[in-house]
């Protein structure tokens, strides 16, 4: 049997150390959307959190660019949300001890 000799096309696993990129970290921001389902704003909090498992989804499907827009995307509907929840923690506690009592 002839020994096998290689292309210049053909890459052997052997000799191949340091062309595979590593992935991007993934960045789903899960610990922030649960933070945010603590939030009064259940509606936006519930949006966020499928934007972080549809990133996570992404992620281990190899679409790392679909899954930092995602990603993002649930960064930002979670920061709304703790602000929109403040605020109506905010607004309750103000009309609950100003309210005039008869």
């Given at each position: 049997m002839a020994p096998k000799v290689l292309n210049s096309q053909e890459k052997s696993s052997v000799?191949?150390?340091g062309s595979a990129e590593a992935p991007p970290p993934l960045r789903?921001?899960?610990c922030l959307t649960v933070l945010a389902c603590f939030c009064p704003a259940h509606p936006v909090n519930i949006v966020g959190l499928?934007?972080?498992?549809?990133?996570?989804?992404?992620y281990y499907q190899g679409d790392y660019e679909g899954s930092r827009r995602l990603g993002r995307?649930?960064?930002c509907v979670s920061v709304a949300s703790i602000i929109i929840g403040l605020l109506i923690i905010?607004?309750?506690c103000?009309?609950?001890f100003t309210r005039m009592e008869y």
């Open positions: 000799f191949d150390h789903s921001y899960l499928v934007y972080c498992l549809m990133s996570r989804r992404s995307n649930a960064l905010a607004i309750t103000i009309v609950h």
